[in-house]
């Protein structure tokens, strides 16, 4: 495996990419990560990884994007998704936490095969109606002591057709607060359930 740091600029954003690359790739997972959670965070690197051995190249936007009022959020997706003319398809995303609301600013036009949506941003209606627009390709997973939660917008979702992972007592983080192993049966949970989402 190759991994190339790039360094994406505009008159407006500079951030470096991290783009992990197999041989013979069979597709891309571009990764929007949280605010102060990167990549290396369990909840994406452990998906990240099934990505990775499973044959695809991995794109991690390595940004700090907490002060962006919600409007700039297309135009920043837009300058992100310039990269992709530089990989492989089809493209998968994962987004976690703000990250979900950079995913969701385009998402009836997204190039996406399918999308994960991890602790999603759901104290922006705009998350909401993202996840809504692409339901049919979208698996999405939230604890429910995650101060974001929202039981109605994750039964819409549902019926709309996408595809819910509920982590009990589950805090944003995706840890339960005091229970290591519960925590890490979270992560064999999720893992398992993206596994089978994208069935590889």
Not at 77 to 106: D, H, V, W
């Amino acid at each position: 495996m190759k991994i190339d740091i790039k360094c994406l600029e505009n008159s407006t954003y500079k951030l470096d990419v991290s783009h992990f690359k197999v041989p013979d790739a069979k597709g891309t997972l571009f990764v929007f990560p949280g605010a102060g959670y990167n990549y290396m965070g369990p909840c994406l690197y452990y998906p990240s990884n099934l990505f990775l051995e499973a044959g695809y190249d991995l794109v991690n936007f390595e940004y700090d994007f907490r002060r962006t009022k919600p409007d700039h959020y297309g135009e920043f997706y837009t300058f992100l998704m310039e990269y992709s003319s530089q990989c492989n398809g089809p493209f998968y995303a994962m987004a976690k936490s703000i990250g979900t609301r950079i995913l969701a600013a385009a998402a009836e036009e997204l190039p996406f095969e399918k999308m994960i949506w991890l602790t999603p941003g759901y104290n922006s209606e705009e998350v909401h109606d993202g996840i809504m627009a692409a339901a049919a390709k979208s698996f999405v997973s939230i604890g429910t002591k995650d101060q974001l939660y929202n039981a109605d917008y994750m039964d819409e979702e549902k019926q709309a057709g996408a595809q819910l992972l509920e982590l009990k007592d589950t805090e944003h983080g995706m840890d339960v607060d005091g229970d290591v192993f519960a925590s890490i049966e979270n992560m064999n949970l999720l893992v398992k359930s993206i596994q089978e989402f994208v069935g590889f």
